[in-house]
């Protein structure tokens, strides 16, 4: 009876361990096959909702950061003491209103009409206001990476402020700060947005031509060369240019800009990489060489010329070489971008000590001849130093003669747009508010005229 009940126990015990195993072995099987389809699906799900790399999201507020230090305090203080002291505040604050009037105005119009739905569109109605863009939303950089859209709408918005600013340099000391906010309003509407969108935008006629342009040579530099030239023409010489000497009056401030400038500069150019990689070392130490050779070739030439290596020399060298290296920057090797650096340097510095003097124009702190003339080099050089016969980046079938056509044909197209473009936005500032100081205000200084104070007691 026993041995019959002992049976029992262990038949039952045996067909439940069956059972068990059974069970166990379909939960394994689920379990399998669950993540399998994990694994499976994992790239398309990665695809449809991409997540910013913290590295390259945390360069690029790095280098937006950067760029806002190159405006203020290091453009106003750069433009700022080469003018007379008595104008001092007057050109920081139009530095200052201009760039911040054009960061607002970025927010509401202007990125949604550079970079349209997914950077291709000029103008997008649905993102007007930045109504379209949430914390979310991501941009794409040059890989399969991407960061943050709100990150690259921030850095944007820090390259139309500058450039805005940029103009200015010809205009100091005469122009009415309402015209100049007036103006700086008009001109990003009808000359920075679009120039901005064919150059960097897919879809637009620059970028589809297939210009080199790492870091703004056109849509900067040329763009507010250009524009500050014209400018200056419509609005006429500051009273007593040429006859009276017009000196910098603090070379100590505007040595202070440059340096801020230098350092701001290296996440203008190298943050247009818009990721933490090799190319991104590539545009800095070009930043560093190309601006190296150009501070000291343009004290070189003043030796050659018959006349003391300057202080303003060197500060105006190192702005050239900055300004050529900007398009080239991630598109040179180093020994490229000395060249080039070195050579803007010298053709600037002809531009404003001989071009300048015989054309007559009135360019108060020579932005056409160091911005708009060395954005030409700059722009127009980086089909050369491309070439992977000189140590550039170019792939094997590039061509130095078909580049270098593609890049004089972007510098026309930005030449006669910015041209025109602020011919138009100063005449309607001149129209709305009128352009010039009285002559009263003119000899009293800006500082007092315009704003109520003095730089100095």
Not at 104 to 112: A, M, P
Request: aromatic share 10%; glycine share 12%; proline share 4%.
């Amino acid at each position: 009876m026993i041995r019959k009940y002992l049976c029992g126990v262990g038949a039952l015990g045996v067909s439940m361990f069956a059972a068990t195993a059974a069970w166990a072995q379909e939960a394994a099987d689920a379990v399998s096959e669950t993540v399998t389809e994990a694994v499976t699906s994992a790239p398309v799900a990665e695809a449809a909702a991409a997540v910013p790399n913290p590295g390259n999201n945390a360069w690029m507020m790095t280098a937006t950061v950067l760029v806002l230090l190159m405006i203020l305090p290091g453009l106003a203080l750069f433009y700022g003491g080469l003018t007379r002291s008595k104008n001092m505040l007057s050109t920081m604050t139009q530095i200052g209103g201009a760039a911040a009037l054009a960061m607002v105005i970025w927010v509401l119009w202007g990125y949604s009409t550079a970079f349209g739905p997914e950077g291709n569109a000029f103008f997008s109605w649905g993102n007007l206001f930045l109504s379209a863009t949430t914390p979310d939303s991501t941009a794409a950089t040059f890989s399969d990476e991407v960061i943050s859209e709100y990150v690259f709408i921030c850095f944007q918005m820090t390259f139309a402020a500058i450039t805005a600013a940029l103009v200015l340099g010809a205009t100091v000391e005469r122009m009415k700060f309402s015209a100049v906010m007036v103006f700086t309003a008009i001109w990003l509407t009808i000359v920075y947005f679009p120039i901005a969108h064919m150059v960097w935008a897919g879809g637009g006629l620059i970028f589809e031509w297939g210009a080199l342009d790492f870091a703004g040579g056109t849509v900067v530099h040329i763009n507010a060369g250009v524009s500050a030239l014209v400018a200056a023409l419509i609005l006429g010489k500051r009273k007593g240019y040429p006859s009276e000497p017009m000196p910098p009056h603090s070379m100590t401030l505007t040595m202070v800009g440059t340096g801020l400038l230098w350092v701001g500069w290296f996440g203008f150019n190298a943050g247009s990489e818009l990721e933490a990689d090799g190319v991104a070392g590539l545009a800095m130490i070009n930043t560093f060489v190309a601006t190296a050779s150009a501070g000291l070739a343009w004290m070189l030439v003043e030796r050659l010329a018959g006349h003391k290596a300057s202080a303003l020399g060197f500060c105006s060298g190192i702005i050239a070489g900055l300004v050529a290296v900007t398009p080239a920057a991630g598109n040179s090797g180093p020994l490229g971008a000395l060249v080039l650096g070195a050579v803007a340097s010298l053709i600037c510095y002809f531009a404003v000590a001989k071009l300048k003097p015989a054309l007559g124009y009135d360019d108060s702190l020579d932005a056409f001849g160091i911005h708009g003339i060395g954005g030409m080099v700059g722009a127009i050089g980086t089909g050369i130093v491309c070439s992977p016969a000189l140590g550039g980046p170019g792939g094997d079938d590039f061509m130095i003669g078909a580049q270098v056509w593609i890049q004089i044909k972007a510098v026309l197209v930005s030449i006669v747009w910015a041209g025109v473009g602020t011919a138009i936005a100063i005449t309607i500032a001149k129209v709305l508010t009128g352009l010039r100081v009285s002559s009263e205000v003119e000899v009293e200084g800006l500082d007092i005229g315009e704003h109520g104070e003095r730089a100095y007691n």
